[in-house]
């Protein structure tokens, strides 16, 4: 490695009830003095059904901000409901955006600052490094600890009626990133857990990416990052109120976020794409169904890289003095993770069937984007092969 760049988040705080004294962090970042700032806080009806927003929203009017709230984000959202976003967002005059919930808030709310005023229409963006100009101040609230969309410069939008398209850009990067964990108290244990190893993937991934911009400093953020996810995840799904365990797995999943933002993750996002855009499977969940049979896929070539993890995440596995050994304790300790913390671990539990692998194959291999960072190269042959192990 002689040369590579990294990117992330101007400015990170973390602090256990944060969002209660938002406006007084936004107003350094979001808009300069002298400014009526006019926001739009871009969210989902759960956030707004359980008042998450709310210590949010009572500060920044307490600073003088006067917020439109976008709240109809969904899972995997669609570009019609970024391009209304956007049109909102031009309609009231927003002149800062704040994402506030998971990844798919955090996903839109990227994209409303940028094209709310760009030149540019959202198909002339997909793709590596195609955004041009400016974007509107920006910051994140994560309210799950899995996707680091808070550090990252890529925005996922589903396309059509199931494909998948990514905005990469570091214009995506937002101004602030506020990591509060009493946020994601109130996080169901299978929410928690499928955002849980979801981080862990970005980690995993980044740290082997075959992306020629694979860096030192992404290696050290994915080990940390795996440190802090392995020894809290538990916990954190099995006794939710912990505010130690959750606020480390936040720090760990946006570890993990700025290493992947850097160093490209690869196959299993490619192959847990199509599974959850074709069968609604939410995005954590699908890259746990698919995770333990692309690692085993990609040990011959990543055999001495897992076994240097696999202690990182589960410390008993120090003792064992093989790398070979590590790296099938790994990959098995990772598919015994999946069930043991309830979730789903074959693709038959999510209604998928051999019927379904061809189109899950086709699907999957248009994601070269992802593909590419793969430490093994896919073949359509064996992305079917990697999918029949995991029914």
């Given amino acids: 490695m002689t040369q590579f760049t990294f990117n992330t988040t101007r400015s990170i705080h973390q602090e256990v009830g944060g969002a209660n004294r938002f406006g007084e962090l936004a ?5 300069k003095s002298g400014v009526k700032p006019r926001i739009m806080l871009v969210t989902d009806p759960g956030i707004v059904s359980l008042g998450l927003e709310q210590g949010v929203l009572a500060s920044l009017k307490f600073v003088g901000a006067e917020v439109f709230i976008f709240n109809e984000v969904m899972a995997d959202p669609p570009q019609a409901t970024v391009l209304n976003a956007v049109k909102l967002a031009k309609e009231y005059g927003i002149n800062a955006v704040v994402g506030f919930g998971g990844g798919s808030s955090m996903d839109v709310a990227k994209l409303v600052a940028l094209l709310a005023i760009s030149k540019q229409e959202i198909e002339e963006i997909y793709g590596i490094g195609l955004a041009e100009g400016e974007r509107l ?7 799950t600890a899995g996707t680091g969309s808070e550090v990252t410069t890529v ?19 937002p101004d602030l990133a506020l990591l509060d964990a009493e946020l994601t108290l109130g996080l169901p244990p299978h929410i928690t857990a499928a955002t849980g190893v ?36 538990r916990e954190a799904v099995f006794n939710g109120s912990n505010i130690k365990a959750r606020t480390n797995m936040l720090l760990g999943s946006m570890l993990a976020g700025q290493a992947f933002a850097n160093s490209p993750v690869g196959a299993v996002h490619a192959l847990a794409y199509p599974i959850g855009g074709l069968f609604h499977v939410s ?13 085993r896929f990609n040990a011959d070539l990543c055999a001495s890289q897992y076994a240097e993890l696999g202690p990182i995440i589960f410390p008993e596995l120090a003792s064992v003095h093989s790398p070979h050994d590590v790296c099938d304790l790994l990959i098995n300790k990772i598919a015994s993770l999946s069930s043991e913390l309830g979730l789903e671990t074959t693709l038959t539990e999510v209604g998928i ?15 070269t984007r992802l593909l590419g960072n793969n430490p093994r190269e896919v073949s359509a042959v064996d992305a079917r092969d990697i999918y029949s192990h995991a029914l």
């Fill in 27 to 31: 107003k350094h970042y979001l808009w």
């Fill in 353 to 367: 069937q051999s019927s379904d692998l061809d189109n899950l194959v086709a699907n999957a291999m248009r994601q």
């Fill in 198 to 233: 979801d981080a862990m993937v970005h980690a995993i991934e980044a740290f082997t990416s075959k992306n020629a911009n694979n860096n030192p400093i992404s290696k050290i953020l994915a080990k940390q990052a795996l440190e802090l996810l392995g020894a809290n995840i």
């Fill in 283 to 295: 995005h954590g969940l699908s890259n746990a169904l698919v995770l333990p049979h692309v690692l």
């Fill in 137 to 143: 101040p920006l910051a994140m609230i994560p309210t």
């Fill in 155 to 173: 925005s996922i939008v589903t396309t059509g009626e199931f494909e998948k398209k990514g905005v990469v850009s570091p214009l995506l990067l």
